[in-house]
C-alpha cells in the first residue's frame, strides 16, 4: 500500500481519485482519546493529603502509604503497617464531581466514610472530636 498524507478511510470504503476530505483532527485531542492521561492529585490537593498524614504519623496512628494513578481514579492508601490492607483509602473520582462529589475516604472494608466536593471537608473525618471529662 502506498504511502500517502490522506487519513485512513473505515474498513472496506476506498477513496476514489481526486476525493479529499475536509476534517481536521487535533493530535493531542487525538491521542488523549485513544490513550487518557491518568487522574492524579494536583499539587494543591497532595499538600492537604500529606499535611493529614504527617500528623496522623506523629501520633503513631499511620506508618506507609501508596499513589495509585488510574484512568479514572487517583488513590492515597494509608497503611498502619506496609504488609497490611490500606486502613483508608482518599480517592479522587472526577466522574463524581457532579453527583455525589469526587473525593471520598473508604475504611479498610471499602464503606464509605465521607464524600463530598470539596477535600477539605471530607478529610475532616479525621478529625477527633474532643471530649469534656470532669474530674
Known amino acids: 500500500m502506498p504511502m500517502t498524507d ?27 482519546a485513544r490513550n487518557p492521561p491518568p487522574v492524579t492529585f494536583h499539587r494543591r490537593e497532595l499538600d492537604q493529603i500529606l499535611r493529614l498524614y504527617g500528623r496522623m504519623v506523629g501520633e503513631g496512628e499511620w506508618r506507609d502509604y501508596a499513589i495509585d494513578h488510574t484512568r479514572d481514579r487517583a488513590v492515597f492508601s494509608v497503611f498502619k503497617r506496609s504488609g497490611e490492607t490500606p486502613l483508608y483509602r482518599i480517592e479522587k473520582n472526577p466522574k463524581l464531581a457532579a453527583k455525589q462529589g469526587a473525593y471520598s475516604v473508604l475504611n479498610a472494608h471499602g464503606t464509605i466514610l ?22
Open 114 to 135: 465521607k464524600r463530598g466536593h470539596e477535600l477539605a471537608q471530607v478529610l475532616k473525618v479525621f478529625d477527633k472530636v474532643l471530649k469534656l471529662v470532669e474530674t
Open 6 to 32: 490522506e487519513p485512513d478511510l473505515p474498513q472496506g470504503e476506498t477513496r476514489r481519485q481526486g476525493q479529499t476530505t475536509s476534517e481536521v483532527v487535533d493530535f493531542h485531542e487525538y491521542k488523549n
